[in-house]
């Protein structure tokens, strides 16, 4: 039969509140309780965040720092991982995360813890025994071949070591056995396989035993009295790299080697690897270089020796002999044909300048008779020649009848002499018949060429 479906829709939010309330309305603040602190935290702020718990439960607490403040300057006391408290405070339930959990206003140290306890306990039968000491402590080879590391081959731990042992180039073999680090049945198989690895010592150089981060409780079988034994009982050696900064596991204290990371482990036992891989690639190149200095230097040598062997060589000399006879001959020819190209330049800059000469000539002669025939017509004399007369009075040449008066002397110049005259008459043309002003323009004439003459 199918239920009735409630008809009211929750958000997360309302949820969450009404679950708040209940608690904390079900609850008198403050309350008090007790249990061992585990997973402890320390804020920049100054607040501190931790679990509380006994052998079947936990519970997160909130101490802030105004509250650790007052009661440290009261009892004196700062919680610890291990100590068993006892704690005043209000229970509430976080909204965000949906946890609820105390805000504790008081911390009061009770004893040690149980966990703490256990964990003293079994450091102190082990240290007596010499488990801790130095001295014991094996040494690790410098460059291992093969690794045996016991560890989940799932998680983040054995991705990290492999990761980072390949980027350092490291070499060494890494054999994975599978164990369960954290369980109820994580201590026996650990155990198991570390009796395991002793029967075969001899096919590893180093047993790591690994895993990641955790909390208090799941690194607690590390404290195990019966693991610390068998990894002490391991006869070659080993590194404990269990990912938990804050606090120190029997475990890493019996191995040989302990380091905070997976990868830390991974960087210790690669970092030979790359400065052997550095420190060889640093001896080929200078090899390479001092073998590539040497290399040529004998090349040059030798280029030396044959260069001298060929100087001194008869093929050398005659094939030198005739390189330079012929480089004579080209010389020669070349002069010879330079020469006659300067004859040949020559020649025709004679028979270009004797054709501009002639050109010159030819022009300059015909404009010159040109000009004396010019000059010839212009010439007063050939006028006169002809059987005309110029006339002048006060050495002036008379042109026009009126400029003379009766009575004047009159000096009339011929080709051959002149002849002095008194004017005793004179007569002018008159009308505009065409022989009238034909004389008139030949006057005119004649005189403008005696003004040139007379000027010139």
Known sequence: MVQKMAEKIYTVTELTYSIKSLVESNFV??????GEVSSLSHSLSGHYYFVLKDDNAQIRIVYFKRYAQYNNNRSNYIPKNGDKVVIIGNLTVYEKDGQYQIIAKVVDYNSVGDFFKKYEET???????????????????????????LTSPYGAAIKDF??????????????????????EYALTDIVNTLKTLEDKKYWYDIVILMRGGGSLEDLAIFNEEV????????????????????????????????VSTPTQAAMILS?????????????????????????????????????????????????????KLKWYNNSLRQTLFNKIQIRKDVEENIKMLKFKFENKYRYEHERLVALTKRLENLDPLSVLKRGYAIVKTDDKVISRVNKVNLEDELEICMYDGYINSFVTGKKMYGGSNGEDSYNKRRLYKVERGVEKIKDN
């Open 227 to 258: 693991l610390a034994r068998s990894l002490a009982n391991v006869s070659v050696p080993t590194i404990t790299a269990i990912g938990h900064e804050r606090d120190t596991t029997i475990c890493d204290l019996v191995a040989d080697k302990s």
């Open 162 to 183: 492999i990761i980072t042992s390949r980027k350092n180039l490291a070499k060494y073999v890494i054999d994975i056995w599978p164990v369960q680090v954290q369980g």
């Open 271 to 323: 970092q030979p690897f790359k400065d052997l891989n550095k420190t060889i690639s640093d001896y080929i190149n200078f090899l390479t270089r001092h073998f590539d200095l040497i290399l040529s230097k004998n090349i040059q040598l030798f280029d030396k020796y044959m260069a001298k062997l060929e100087s001194y060589s008869p093929v050398r000399k005659i094939e030198h002999s005739k390189e």
């Open 123 to 149: 450091r102190k039968i082990l240290e007596a025994e010499g488990f801790f000491e130095k001295s014991t402590k094996k040494e690790l080879p410098i460059l291992p071949r093969k690794i045996a590391v």
């Open 29 to 34: 603040s403050p309350i008090k309780l007790t």
